[in-house]
């Protein structure tokens, strides 16, 4: 007889099996009844869990978001600053910026799902607050404001993906050079060092696996 699941292995199970499904249709397709198949339980039991769809596509995001971030920091922790900044800026893979792009569109209508976006995105913030802040410590370039550059960094690298990924008017190796290029100049960094890095993007593991 199998192993009868905890709670919070059935609740991860739960979560898991909405994030393939939301691969798949995007956060709006999804249904409860659709992920109790996916599973394998009955309807009733997803509502154990999560009151309403809403709730458990924003606890879908955040677990995988929250996952991700943290494969993210270890991974940057191992690299040189210039290099962490290059991956943390490079193009993300396809299948995660669709990903975003869903969400950031499902968040008008869902207001969990809008507030688990806020709450990476201010994350994210951070995360590159701390590497232009390496970068300065290491006497690599120059920032007034780090916080600034953050967030002027992020909104350019966004709209940028969007343009390569949703759009398709640019592609990869523009994409980066447009957003390399603005993060050098910002930084005061030397012309070119973060296009020579080259590394692969820290992000998208969650969505591209």
């Keep these: 007889m199998a192993e009868r699941k905890t709670s919070d292995e059935r ?18 397709g999804v249904t409860l009844r659709e992920v ?23 606890a879908a995001f955040d677990l995988a978001v929250s996952s991700e971030l943290d494969s993210d920091r270890a991974l940057l922790e191992g690299l040189d600053p210039l290099t962490a900044l290059t991956a ?13 792009i869903d969400a950031w569109s499902e968040a008008v209508r869902t207001p969990a799902l809008a507030a688990a976006l806020d709450r990476h995105h201010l994350d ?32 350019v690298a966004d709209g940028v993906a969007v343009q390569h990924h949703a759009v398709g008017v ?14 050098e100049r910002q930084l005061r960094l030397t012309p070119g060092s973060l296009g ?14």
Excluded: M
Aim: one cysteine or more; hydrophobic letters at 50%.
């Design 11 to 28: 609740r991860d199970e739960i979560l898991r099996a909405t994030l393939r499904l939301v691969a798949q249709k995007g956060f709006a």
């Design 36 to 58: 109790a198949t996916e599973v394998g339980v009955v309807h009733g039991l997803i509502r154990h869990y999560f009151a309403t769809r809403d709730e458990l596509v924003a």
């Design 88 to 100: 943390w800026l490079a193009s993300t893979p396809e299948d995660h910026l669709h990903v975003w």
């Design 124 to 155: 994210c913030e951070r995360i590159l607050i701390g590497l232009i802040e390496r970068v300065i410590s290491a006497g690599l370039g120059a920032s007034v404001d780090p916080a600034a550059d953050s967030r002027l960094l992020t909104a």
């Design 170 to 183: 640019i592609g990869v190796e523009e994409a980066n050079a447009i957003v390399f290029g603005l993060a």
């Design 196 to 209: 020579r890095a080259k590394p692969a993007p820290v992000r998208g593991q969650w969505a591209a696996g």
